[in-house]
Each structure stands twice: as structure tokens, then as C-alpha cells.
């Protein structure tokens, strides 16, 4: 044990130091890429269990770090948030995002956003949102805010509860992400504006075979129907997974079974309208 002891000690040491050095070029190279805004964006269909029709897609952000190759934003939206660059980062994204809904003429469906926690602490983000939409020209109501249940914390259940109407009232489509890790109230939830609860992945991952995340997906779909919400669940790697959702009455999702995450081009055939190339 003592040895073990010692070794662990001399790993923490080495790789705390080589941490560091990564972390500040790691800061250095986002830093650079959001001031170029190299940022790419690539597309996650959402689409309906039963029949497999599209009827949404989900902006996820891509970086090609020169060396290390393509980044996960599991990795650099945690690093972004640390260095207050969220926001930025979250704006060229939405701006990316309706850059392509005007390039996509036929393109009818809404498409979704991803929005940190720490963008919603910002008193200016509902005014910034609407600015970068309105240069764009790209109506309200083809874009839909993926918020994670870590934004509606209590503390700030006022100031959240302000801003959600203030966007809902604009025209966006509002969605709970990751919804079931959380911990918000039926009475705070049952409040907000909101259309859509997605269903986390830790739970579509253990379906069919785990009965507790059977029954917490099963309580999830109640719960958003008697809400009045639309549900959409996440994670669908198995036609197992898939059916079972189907069956408890959700009626649309994501997941590699049908499309992972795929780059802007991939859409063209199907959105560009072939008119006015
Ligand atoms: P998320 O919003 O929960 O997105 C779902 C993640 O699951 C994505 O990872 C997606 O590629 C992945 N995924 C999709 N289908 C499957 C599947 O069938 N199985 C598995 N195992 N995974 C699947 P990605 O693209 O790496 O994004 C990770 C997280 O980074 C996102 O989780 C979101 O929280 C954050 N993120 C991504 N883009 C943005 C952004 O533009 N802004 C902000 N604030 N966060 C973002
Ligand atoms: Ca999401
Ligand atoms: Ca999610
Ligand atoms: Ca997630």
C-alpha cells in the first residue's frame, strides 16, 4: 500500500504539471479559434419513433484543433465556461446556426441550440439572442434553446423564470436538455414556458434491461404528459431502446441509430433548393 501510495503521488505530481502546460495551450488555441471563428457546427437529426420523419436537427459545436485534431466540446465548453468565453462561443454558434437556415431554403424543420447555464446568469443574453436572429432574418420560431436542468437552478429562479418568457414570448421553441440529472421541482418546471423535456442518455442507455431506468423514463413521458410537454429522448443507440420508448409513449428522438452528428453539407441535398444555385 505504502508503495502504491508513492506512485500515485509521483502520477498526480507529473500529470498535474503536464496539465497545466496543456490547459494554458489548450486556452491559448480556443482563444485564437474563437477569434477567427474557426468553430464548426455539425447537425444531430431528431425524428419521430414511429415513422422515422425528421422534424428537427441539433446544433453541436466541432473545434479542429490543429494538432489534436477534433476536439470534444465535452472538453472545451467546460474550458470556454472556466475562462468566460461562453458566451461568445454560444453567439458565433447561433450565428453559424442562421447563416445556414438561410442557406437552406427548404429547410422547414426547427433547429435546435445548445445554452450554458452561465449564458442565462448574463442580463443581456435575451436582448443579444434577439439581435444576432434579427441580422440574420431568421424567425424566432425556427429556433429552439436546448436549456440543461443545471440552468434553472433555484437561486436564480426568478431572474430564469423573467428570461424564458421574455424568449418565449419572442417566438423561440424552448427545451429542458439532460432532463432527469437535475434537480428542479414539479412546481418551478410546471412555471416555465417550455415545449420539450429531453430525456438524459444515462437512462436510454440502461433500456430495456434496467428497471429503474425503465421506470424513470416511464415517469419522465408521464410526467411531461400530464405537463402538456412534448418529450424527445436522446441517446438511442438500439432498436431495443427505440421500441421501448415508443411503447411508453414518447414519440421522438435522437441517437445514432438513425444519425450521428453530421457536418452542414451533409443536409445540402435534402435543404437547398435547387432554384437559385
Ligand atoms: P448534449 O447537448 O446532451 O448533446 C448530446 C451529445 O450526445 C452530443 O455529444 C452527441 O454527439 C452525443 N450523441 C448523440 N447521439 C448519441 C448516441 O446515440 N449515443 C451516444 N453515446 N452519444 C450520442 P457532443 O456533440 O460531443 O456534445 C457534448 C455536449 O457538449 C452536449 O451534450 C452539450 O452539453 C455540449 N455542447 C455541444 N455543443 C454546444 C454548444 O454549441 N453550446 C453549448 N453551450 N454546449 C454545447
Ligand atoms: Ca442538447
Ligand atoms: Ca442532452
Ligand atoms: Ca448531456
Known amino acids: 500500500a505504502k508503495n502504491s501510495g508513492r506512485n500515485q503521488y509521483c502520477f498526480y505530481h507529473a500529470s498535474a504539471g503536464q496539465q497545466n502546460v496543456d490547459e494554458l495551450k489548450l486556452e491559448q488555441a480556443l482563444r485564437e479559434a474563437l477569434r477567427l471563428q474557426q468553430l464548426d457546427v455539425y447537425y444531430q437529426p431528431k425524428f419521430t419513433l414511429d415513422s422515422q420523419q425528421l422534424v428537427g436537427l441539433e446544433a453541436l459545436v466541432r473545434w479542429q484543433h490543429p494538432q489534436l485534431g477534433v476536439m470534444s466540446p465535452a472538453l472545451f465548453i467546460p474550458l470556454a465556461e472556466k475562462l468566460g468565453l461562453i458566451s461568445t462561443l454560444g453567439e458565433q454558434v447561433l450565428q453559424r446556426v442562421c447563416l445556414q437556415l438561410t442557406q437552406w431554403h427548404n429547410c422547414t424543420i426547427p433547429v435546435s441550440v445548445n ?163
Do not use: W
Not at 179 to 186: A, E, H, N, Q
Not at 195 to 202: A, E, F, N, V
Not at 230 to 255: K, M, S, T, Y
Open 115 to 277: 445554452i450554458s447555464a452561465l449564458q442565462l446568469a448574463d442580463s443581456e443574453f435575451v436582448t443579444r439572442l434577439h439581435h444576432i436572429i434579427r441580422l440574420a432574418d431568421v424567425p424566432p420560431q425556427r429556433i429552439e434553446l436546448e436549456l440543461t436542468e443545471s440552468c434553472l437552478i433555484p437561486e436564480q429562479a426568478e431572474q430564469t423564470q423573467y428570461q424564458l418568457t421574455q424568449l418565449k414570448a419572442l417566438g423561440f421553441k424552448l427545451s429542458i436538455d439532460d432532463f432527469g440529472t437535475g434537480y428542479s421541482s414539479l412546481s418551478y418546471l410546471r412555471r416555465l414556458p417550455i415545449d420539450t423535456l429531453k430525456i438524459d442518455q444515462s437512462f436510454v442507455r440502461d433500456l430495456p434491461d434496467n428497471p429503474g431506468a425503465c421506470q424513470i423514463v416511464s415517469a419522465i413521458i408521464a410526467m411531461a404528459k400530464a405537463l402538456g410537454l412534448d418529450v424527445i429522448a436522446e441517446g438511442i443507440e438500439h432498436q431495443q431502446q427505440l421500441e421501448f420508448l415508443r411503447q411508453a409513449g414518447c414519440n421522438q428522438g435522437q441517437g445514432y441509430l438513425v444519425s450521428a452528428p453530421r457536418p452542414a453539407q451533409e443536409f445540402a441535398p435534402l435543404f437547398k433548393a435547387d432554384i437559385t444555385e
